[in-house]
């Protein structure tokens, strides 16, 4: 099943329709030759749909920390399993909301990347964990303080347009930010539960890290005073 929820992007205002694209594959899991074929190809169809009128989310939106994954062969939103998309709709004054909107969307979505980056790469996945942990803390705040928003511009639609034929698009686009928003919310308590774990060993690697630094560091200060101490002699 396909869920359209809506936000915003582009040069100076944007839309977003995020289409959690990997369900599509998801419910192809356990099918097998020529149902796995068929399920596929309605998948990648649905996908290639998405894409005709969408471009991928950048990492780095979501935090400078994922900038790294920018490139499109490196952009998890890029991929077909994890892709999140943005358009432009043209209601400046959505502007902030809608971002802010997106950005609560991606964690999320960031969050499902890394469980499976998990299962075959964990020193990657316990990078970026540690990266997106913050960020996923703080969502049910950022859910509710930018939900409140959205039902302000909601409150007053006309300040939205520059003309009456735009205003039912325009209220299209409010509430649709408000469904993105209730829908992601239900899904940070599952988001928190995966990744936590993933980044506390990114955080034991850290210290590890560290305690490893510092030894070294103490072992070649206590073999350089040796070395004096062998030179006085």
Do not use: W
């Amino acid at each position: 099943m396909r869920i359209l929820l809506t936000a915003l992007a582009a040069t100076t205002v944007s839309f977003t329709f995020i289409t959690p694209a990997h369900a599509g594959f998801a419910a192809c899991a356990g099918k097998e030759d020529s149902k796995l074929e068929k399920c596929e190809a309605k998948a990648l169809k649905s996908l290639a749909k998405l894409r005709s009128s969408t471009t991928p989310y950048k990492p780095s939106d979501l935090d400078k920390g994922f900038a790294h994954l920018d490139g499109d062969d490196a952009n998890p939103f890029n991929t077909d399993y994890h892709y999140f998309g943005v358009k432009d709709t043209g209601f400046e004054k959505l502007n902030d909301v809608a971002d802010a909107a997106n950005k609560i969307s991606a964690a999320v979505r960031m969050a499902n990347y890394v469980g499976d980056l998990n299962k075959t790469d964990k020193a990657a996945a316990q990078k970026l964990g540690g990266t997106l942990l913050p960020i996923l803390k703080g969502l049910d705040a950022s859910v509710k303080d930018v939900t409140e928003k959205a039902k302000l511009l909601a409150a007053s639609p006309n300040d939205l347009v520059a003309s009456p034929m735009e205003l039912p698009k325009a209220v299209g686009a409010v509430g649709g930010i408000v469904a993105q928003l209730g829908g992601t919310a239900a899904k940070i308590p599952g988001a928190l539960t995966a990744v936590m774990p993933i980044a506390k060993g990114a955080a034991s690697a850290a210290v590890e890290q560290a305690v490893g630094d510092a030894t070294d560091a103490a072992d070649k200060a206590v073999g350089g005073a040796l070395d004096k101490v062998k030179l006085k002699k």
